[in-house]
């Protein structure tokens, strides 16, 4: 019976003892694979065209706090357009500056890294496309290239006026004289007798009240026929 009751204590005894020893390990297992927590969304401080760089801009980016005080290196993850590369940054820096071409697409998280290699989860993503919201700089002051003096004047010069011409009639009031006759379809009526130096020829006779006297015989082949007697050469014999 002593026998027994002392194998069962010795039991409890080892038992007790592989108890600890699990909870001792299980305590060192916990403390060297602590959680780190998971660091914020890395914030744009500022984005510039870079000079003599075509279609390219520098963003700052302001990083956030450490997830842990044992936090000894944090990596940061940059895709651009699908492709990933991963830059070790070191706890102390504040901020982080990165050059993008315009157009890009851009995503960035950060994981934190604490001296036993425990690794955070991955940190909030921040994604942006790279476009052009930056304003050129303000030009600078005009100078004053050179002052003359100038007059109320008109300015006169040697070129001749160039004459105005144009597709419209010119209508006036005064009538129009040119060397030229007229020529029109409509006979042209006047009070004043026409006088020139051409005789005028018609298809009709010309009856005057004047007797028509001229120098030459009229010779005609109708008899004359008078109410004088006609005296004759032999009749004047007989006187």
């Known amino acids: 019976m002593t026998l027994i009751l002392k194998i069962c204590l010795t039991t409890i005894v080892v038992l007790t003892i592989l108890y600890l020893i699990v909870e001792c390990m299980i305590v060192v297992i916990k403390t060297k694979h602590k959680?780190?927590?998971?660091?914020?969304?890395?914030?744009?401080?500022?984005?510039?065209?870079?000079e003599n760089l075509t279609m390219k801009y520098k963003y700052?980016?302001?990083?956030?706090?450490?997830?842990?005080?044992?936090?000894?290196?944090?990596?940061?993850?940059?895709?651009?357009?699908?492709?990933?590369?991963?830059q070790e940054l070191e706890t102390v820096l504040g901020s982080v500056d990165l050059v993008f071409d315009e157009g890009d697409e851009v995503s960035l998280y950060l994981v934190d890294i604490d001296n036993a290699g425990n690794r955070s989860p991955m940190g909030s993503v921040l994604e942006f496309v790279v476009i052009d919201t930056?304003?050129?700089?303000?030009?600078?002051?005009?100078?004053?290239?050179?002052?003359?003096?100038?007059?109320?004047?008109?300015?006169?010069?040697?070129?001749p006026d160039e004459p105005v011409v144009t597709d419209e009639p010119?209508?006036?009031?005064?009538?129009?004289?040119?060397?030229?006759?007229?020529?029109?379809?409509?006979?042209?009526?006047?009070?004043?007798?026409?006088?020139?130096?051409e005789p005028v020829v018609t298809d009709e006779p010309v009856v005057t009240d004047e007797p028509i006297v001229t120098d030459e015989p009229i010779v005609t082949d109708e008899p004359i026929v008078t109410d004088e007697p006609v005296v004759t050469d032999e009749e004047d014999n007989k006187f």
């Open 134 to 159: 930056v304003p050129p700089s303000a030009p600078g002051k005009p100078e004053v290239k050179n002052v003359q003096e100038v007059t109320d004047e008109p300015v006169v010069t040697d070129e």
């Open 170 to 197: 010119v209508v006036t009031d005064e009538p129009v004289v040119t060397d030229e006759p007229v020529v029109t379809d409509e006979p042209v009526v006047t009070d004043e007798p026409v006088v020139t130096d």
């Open 60 to 86: 700052s980016f302001g990083l956030p706090a450490l997830g842990a005080k044992d936090v000894v290196v944090r990596e940061l993850h940059v895709n651009v357009n699908g492709n990933e590369t991963v």
């Open 35 to 50: 959680a780190i927590n998971k660091p914020e969304k890395l914030k744009i401080l500022n984005s510039k065209p870079l």
